[in-house]
């Protein structure tokens, strides 16, 4: 299959999926919440929304002129697909695919019924495709690998794939500068960025850095816009065992009610548990997150003194060209 003919097939996907029939949608939408009760409606409606943003062909088509995979040789690809948040090894399926590779993937228990239906609307698209996609319960014979897991996971992925090319991604979190001057709107923004697929996303933030003197108690107002994540039964779950260790063990915190803010060092949270960390001196604290470089996935800030910042409320909507772990996965597969 020539790249003209696999292109047009994935703008004619982000179009099909753009405008399916709800009703279908929400079937589908259904059966994935049965399979993954974290998969609620909300959550999948704005990972498909992503993925709909990247196959937009304004942006697809200048993308893919960046690299040299017209005339690639095609090799087999094998890819471990993470599932904690609806359709998050989608990206990966799209560079194997656009590039002219096949896929051969090992897909998660908790995001079989997602991955499936878009790759299945894709081979309905333009049928050749299904020569180039492969599903397997273990990786065997392939060129190079993409496996995307845990810190602990990814030391067996080290070990079992490497005398293969590869990208291993592990655990990273996302993190907060706030200046102070921030609006109700960008704080109310924040809380998308922290709240959105229950905080369980590499892009997540999970860690908030406030100037020295800022008054954390007057932030939380501007979070109860996402109050109903409490009423889903594992996120509640989560949230009152960790405010119940909070409470027996004396812990000092906030508590608004669906959330617990705990003033810590650390970088990663629980579910339900967001760390803040007071800043005074802007460089000193570049310095220190950039010896954290390998556990932070995005910065959300609007201090121009953040390198590589993003705008409040994006954290969850990247483009195509945002690659996990700021490895480029085109690149990578091109370089075959």
């Not at 299945?120 to 690998?145: R, T």
């Not at 007071?278 to 604290?285: E, H």
């Not at 800030?301 to 409320?313: C, W």
Request: one cysteine or more.
């Amino acid at each position: 299959m020539d790249f003209i003919k696999r292109t047009n097939s994935f703008l004619a996907l982000g179009h099909r999926l753009k405008n399916m029939n709800q009703t279908v949608l929400d079937e589908v939408f259904e059966h994935a919440s049965y399979q993954n009760p974290w998969f609620i409606s909300d959550s999948v409606k704005l990972s498909m929304a992503g993925i709909v943003n990247y196959l937009e062909e304004q942006k697809l088509l200048p993308w893919l002129n960046k690299y040299k995979i017209a005339d690639i040789s095609s090799k087999k690809i094998g890819v471990v697909m993470a599932g904690n948040i609806p359709l998050v090894g989608m990206h990966d399926l799209i560079c194997i695919l656009l590039s002219g590779h096949k896929a051969i993937i090992k897909l998660s228990s908790q995001d079989e019924i997602l991955i499936r239906f878009i790759l299945n609307e894709l081979i309905s698209i333009e049928p050749q495709f299904n020569e180039c996609i492969e599903y397997v319960d273990k990786l065997k014979g392939m060129d190079a690998v993409i496996a995307t897991g845990s810190d602990n996971t990814s030391r067996y992925f080290e070990y079992y794939f490497s005398k293969y090319p590869h990208i291993i991604r592990k655990n990273r979190t996302s993190i907060a500068i706030l200046t102070g001057r921030e609006s109700p709107d960008q704080l109310k923004e924040l809380g998308l960025d922290i709240f959105s697929y229950f905080g369980l996303g590499c892009r997540n933030v999970s860690k908030l850095f406030l100037p020295v003197g800022y008054d954390i108690k007057k932030l939380l107002p501007h979070f109860e816009f996402y109050n109903q994540v409490v009423n889903h039964n594992k996120y509640g779950n989560n949230y009152f065992y960790n405010r119940s260790i909070f409470l027996v063990n004396q812990t000092a915190h906030l508590d608004n009610g669906f959330a617990l803010f705990q003033e810590s060092e650390k970088l990663t949270s629980p579910i339900s548990v967001i760390y803040y960390e007071y800043y005074g001196d802007l460089n000193k604290l570049n310095n220190h997150l950039k010896s954290m470089d390998d556990k932070i996935q995005c910065i959300v800030s609007e201090n121009p003194g953040i390198a590589n910042r993003i705008p409040f409320g994006k954290a969850q909507m990247p483009e195509i060209w945002d690659f996990a772990d700021n490895i480029d996965t085109m690149k990578f597969l091109a370089e075959i």
